[in-house]
């Protein structure tokens, strides 16, 4: 059961370079997240998704784009990279939990390490 | 605006021993709150929750403990072990919606032998 995959696992890039990070999931989760986590800070919400064809910002979006055409598939998109785009980037999904208060968390992959130099 | 706030960047504890990890939050609207844990070079994998109708939630020797009037909520961890070093991070939502999690910055958590 592979859960959240995220590729590539590290990546350097140079200034104005463009990118995507690939995260898939296996689970028919409907939820996506992508988080990003600076050194000695908590993870910060970039975009996020709530099903194939629907996405919105969260509270760090500049810089950044997104799509879901798919269930399985959040890409994220880096189309001019700058140095404050060094972080570690997080993918995360989760179940549709409306109808109850069942325990239903984000799941997480292990994350891509990007710097830009 | 930090909505989430874990004070403590770090913490060291004695193998057996009690570890008392600490988060505060500023939002009322936050009904549901979850525990998360972190090894290097991982993704955070989940640990525990609480909801807001509840004061406490136990799962084997994590119990998390939620104060709604103090705004206030902390994971025990009894005994602890040195496997449980990692970094723990503290997260709320709102249910219902799209469940979108707002964390702290995290406390590194040292569980000396």
């Known amino acids: 059961n592979a859960g959240v995959t995220q590729t590539p696992k590290f990546r350097i890039l140079k200034i104005g370079q463009s990118m995507t990070l690939q995260c898939t999931q296996d689970m028919n989760h409907n939820y996506m997240y992508w988080y990003r986590q600076d050194p000695g800070m908590g993870l910060k919400l970039i975009y996020y998704?709530?099903?194939?064809?629907?996405?919105d910002k969260g509270e760090v979006p500049n810089g950044y784009n997104v799509s879901r055409s798919t269930t399985e598939d959040f890409p994220l998109r880096l189309e001019l990279a700058a140095p404050s785009q060094t972080s570690v980037y997080f993918c995360?999904?989760?179940?549709?939990?409306?109808?109850?208060?069942?325990?239903?968390?984000?799941?997480f992959g292990d994350g891509t390490r990007l710097s830009i130099l | 605006d930090q909505q989430v706030k874990q004070n403590s960047p770090s913490l060291s504890v004695q193998e057996g021993r009690i570890s008392i990890l600490n988060c505060d939050y500023t939002?009322?609207?936050?009904?549901?709150f979850l525990w998360y844990k972190k090894y290097p070079a991982e993704g955070p994998t989940f640990l525990i929750s609480i909801s807001s109708i509840k004061d406490k939630n136990e799962d084997g020797r994590f119990t998390v403990f939620l104060n709604k009037s103090a705004k206030h909520l902390s994971l025990h961890i009894v005994p602890s072990q040195p496997g449980d070093s990692a970094v723990y991070f503290c997260a709320a939502t709102t249910r219902g919606g799209s469940e979108k999690l707002v964390f702290g910055k995290g406390t590194k958590l040292t569980v000396n032998p």
């Open positions: 995360a999904s989760s179940a549709d939990i409306r109808s109850s208060y069942s325990n239903q968390p984000q799941h």
């Open positions: 939002n009322s609207m936050f009904d549901y």
């Open positions: 998704s709530v099903g194939a064809g629907i996405t």
